[in-house]
DNA sequence: TCATCTAGTTCCATAATAGAACCTGTGGGA
DNA sequence: TCCCACAGGTTCTATTATGGAACTAGATGA
């Protein structure tokens, strides 16, 4: 059976879970905000097999989150970058490891955690903010169409 | 061949990933935030099989993510509620929400948003902010074993 | 030149998904 | 009380996807 698509959801949760939610693609975009370019990268740092690399690579092409360029070493080979698409998944990632570094236990001693650049720190936990900045939590929050939107037409965000 | 598992990984995306990395877990999460609890409310609204919602709902108790408890409508039958480890995927669900928002083309029509339950406005796009407060881009965060933290041990988040 | 590396493709066994049919206990109405 | 529809599954089968290994063609490099 041909896997259910998602694509025309109404839904921004489903669309997204559609292009991107499948077992490799975040990791591959994981990998290449960290700055892997190369097929060999991804298949070394993923330990996943080729053929499977090779089917996602082209897919995250085919849906402009990477592209292909030619490999910055002057080689004739080519490598991944992302798009301003791909690196706009950074927050969801952000989500993720904050997630797991709080409820999916990690081998002891080998636990990772993201801190920024500079200073060597844990980032932030992500906090959702109401337009006038109120944090909200899961109960206070909901879906609408658009077009039942209060007022001002505010087009912030999904 | 056994799908390949990342529950050992160091990296706190990867394990997060291999809890609810698959098709429909963050979908029901989705909805029992919305509120669902019951199997056949997830069942119309995912339009899943049954065999296959069986199959995600008991993995995501045997996770921790949802519990079964006797039905609120006082029947004799069992209800799924979200325990506070599966409401805290709230972030992750926003940053796929946003992302699909504005990188998924929806059918015209039918987009919907998250709004803040009170005032029906769009939420804020999440920020990465480093702990003293300065907004961060996918360059300028990395993932570091814990312990190479820098001076004082905080421990804010991953 | 020749071995090695890169980036694949092909082949096969196994696992997951989708859909339909079937099954068991509940709940509610006549 | 009897009966039927509903809730919540389980079982069966067809189709895909995944993982591993083997094989390949072109590029590099000693």
Redesign the interface.
Known sequence: MR??SL?????????????I???WS??IV?DA??GMRRFSEFEKSL??SKNILTRRLHALVRQGILETAPAADGSAYREYRLTA?G?????????????????????A??????????????????????????L???????????G????AS?????
């Open positions: 896997r259910k694509s025309g959801a109404a839904c921004p949760i489903a669309r997204t879970l559609d292009v939610g499948d077992w975040l990791l994981r905000l960290r330990g996943v698409k690196r706009s998944l950074f927050q969801v990632l952000v989500a993720l490891g904050q997630w797991g570094h709080e409820n999916a236990a990690a081998p001693g080998s636990r990772m955690i993201m801190v920024d650049r500079e200073h060597r720190r844990p980032v932030r936990k992500l906090e959702v903010r109401a337009s006038d900045g109120r909200l939590g899961p109960g206070e929050t909901m879906m609408v169409r658009i039942e939107l209060a007022g505010n087009t912030n965000q999904g």
